[in-house]
């Protein structure tokens, strides 16, 4: 028999988790929600953001939050870029072929990762305390990720909400016709998302990099959840992906408390594919 | 104000819009009516930037608008509603209209007042301005005032509205034929209608340019236009009632 304190802490450990993948789930789906593209290789611009606040910190010394804030410039930048030269030139073809492209940056990426860095496991070296709560001891660096995940997602919500430019994005993904009526440039509205979707992945990849290790396939690892929990979630439904994020790490931690790390994943998926039949729109679509 | 000259438009081997020609003037309301698949929501549709037109020339205010986008159409002052409303569910009423205001004139403009010009649009249209009213408490009556409204807060010149009646009772609709007189009133807005129901229309415009089968088959005033007997053929030999 499990401890009850390991599963409480297990839980918590889920919850902790949760807030990162929602981050990660949340910037995929603005970018779907607005241009209907589901960029393949989102978690692979994540890792290149590691790798710079990996570098900034451990071999120039930054600060780990200046390291932080350059991550999050980089994923801008890169989100820009993929738009401007990827997905701009296909923007009207076939959704098989934006997805190929998508995909193909995903390989370019872990290549040219693997060859510039080599398949080295590196992490940024913080020694950050363990909490003990009430018998569970609990990572600084999670909580501090968690709290920052929090903040980023709310920032997401206020921008979305409050100014002109996320009503317009907001707008764009119910239809993308009637927006450009209204005088706005679609262009300029799929730049700002890709930017903003962009700095999503960054603030993931330094709230990450104090957790995990880079590697160039570190999109293997979190590249697939996230689009389990965009699935899950219905694509382009951020509340559902929200709430996706949490039910998913809660059956990673806990399940890899009862069984192990593996057996945790393996649940999680299988429960992807029965909901793909059960509910094929996202926990929180209507049913026809 | 708006000229179209030679408008064609092919969609493969049909042709939807052959060579069609009118003039709006300034301040004036032209009716454009035509029985269904005549080619009016082409024409509109051309005229919006929506479609590219296979030939011919739209210029509107001394510039042509062939070929041009639809954000920029919209920024030279000229704005559309459509047939079936297309809200935008997931934001609120006032919220549709503001970012409407704020996009469609001055971007540079405070961020209030798109808002207060979106509140003042809407009391002219009669929906509720609360920031929190959501699109779902509109009826039928109550989406195509907001598609109206929208499309007036982003300070057009011009107005294409496309059978802004359709689906509405008869009440709903002399309130509606009220309404786009007041818009040209009270905003200066020339407006060109796409209109079935003749009867409410001819009330309304000053003129009518009739569409059948793609082709201009008759323009003039409403009363002269109904009596043609090319238009009465054309509405599958019905008489045209005027009242």
């Not at chain 1, 028999?1 to 981050?23: K, R, S, T, Y």
């Not at chain 1, 994923?75 to 401007?84: F, K, M, N, T």
């Not at chain 1, 073809?93 to 290549?111: H, Y």
Request: aromatic share 8%; glycine share 12%.
């Amino acid at each position: 028999m499990i401890d009850p304190i390991f599963l409480a802490e297990a839980a918590v450990n889920g919850i902790l988790l949760g807030g990162v993948l929602a981050l990660l789930a949340l910037g995929l789906n603005l970018i779907f929600g607005v241009l209907d593209i589901v960029w393949i290789a989102y978690v692979d611009l994540v890792m290149l953001s590691m790798y710079l606040v990996y570098f900034l910190v451990m071999v120039y010394g930054w600060p780990i939050w200046l390291g932080a804030l350059a991550g999050v410039g980089l994923g801008v930048v890169l989100g820009v870029l993929v738009h401007v030269l990827i997905i701009t030139p296909i923007l009207d073809s076939p959704p098989i072929n934006q997805l190929l492209a998508t995909g193909g940056l995903l390989f370019f990426i872990q290549s040219f990762a693997t060859f510039l860095w080599t398949t080295d496991h590196r992490s940024v070296r913080l020694t950050l305390p363990i909490i003990e709560v009430g018998g569970m001891f609990l990572s600084f660096a999670r909580l501090v990720a968690f709290g920052l995940a929090i903040l980023a997602m709310v920032g997401l919500y206020l921008f979305l909400t409050r100014t002109y430019i996320g009503t317009a994005i907001r707008a764009v993904s119910q239809d993308r016709g009637a927006m450009a009526l209204m005088g706005a440039d679609p262009q300029r509205v799929y730049i700002v998302t890709s930017a903003v979707g962009g700095a999503m992945a960054g603030v993931a990849a330094a709230l990450l990099s104090i957790q995990y290790s880079v590697h160039p396939h570190f999109g293997a690892a979190f590249g697939p959840i996230t689009f389990m929990i965009c699935v899950l979630g219905g694509l382009g439904n951020m509340v559902g992906a929200f709430i996706a994020a949490f039910i998913m790490s809660e059956i990673i931690s806990v399940g890899g408390v009862l069984w192990s790390t593996e057996m945790g994943y393996v649940i999680a998926f299988a429960l992807f594919i029965v909901m793909m039949f059960a509910r094929p729109g996202g926990i929180l679509a209507r049913r026809q | 104000m708006l000229t179209v000259t030679g408008l064609t438009k092919r969609f493969g081997g049909f042709t939807a819009l052959n060579d069609v020609s009118f003039e709006v003037g300034e301040g004036e309301i032209l009716g454009l009516i035509g029985p269904n698949g005549s080619g009016k929501t082409t024409a509109f549709n051309c005229i919006s930037g929506a479609l590219a037109p296979t030939a011919g020339s739209i210029r509107f205010l001394g510039k042509e608008l062939a070929g041009v986008t639809p954000d920029v159409v919209c920024h030279r002052g000229l704005a559309r509603t459509f047939q079936i409303p297309r809200p935008f569910r997931k934001l609120s009423i006032l919220e549709n209209v503001a970012v409407a205001a704020h996009y469609g004139t001055d971007r540079a403009g405070s961020e209030a007042s798109a808002r207060v010009r979106a509140t003042k649009i809407l009391e002219m249209v009669g929906l509720p301005a609360d920031p929190a009213a959501p699109t779902t408490l509109l009826g039928a009556g109550g989406l195509k005032k907001l598609e109206l409204a929208r499309a007036l807060a982003t300070g057009p010149r011009l107005l294409l509205a496309d059978e802004s009646l359709g689906g509405l009772d008869p009440a709903e609709m002399a309130t509606a034929a009220d309404m786009l007189r007041r818009v040209r009133g009270e905003l200066g807005v020339t407006i060109v209608w796409v209109e079935h129901i003749m009867a409410t229309l001819t009330r309304v415009v000053d003129r009518v340019v009739v569409l059948d089968h793609g082709e201009k088959i008759a323009e003039g005033r409403p009363l002269d236009v109904a009596a043609d007997p090319r238009v009465i053929e054309a509405y599958l030999g019905e008489p045209i009632v005027l009242t």
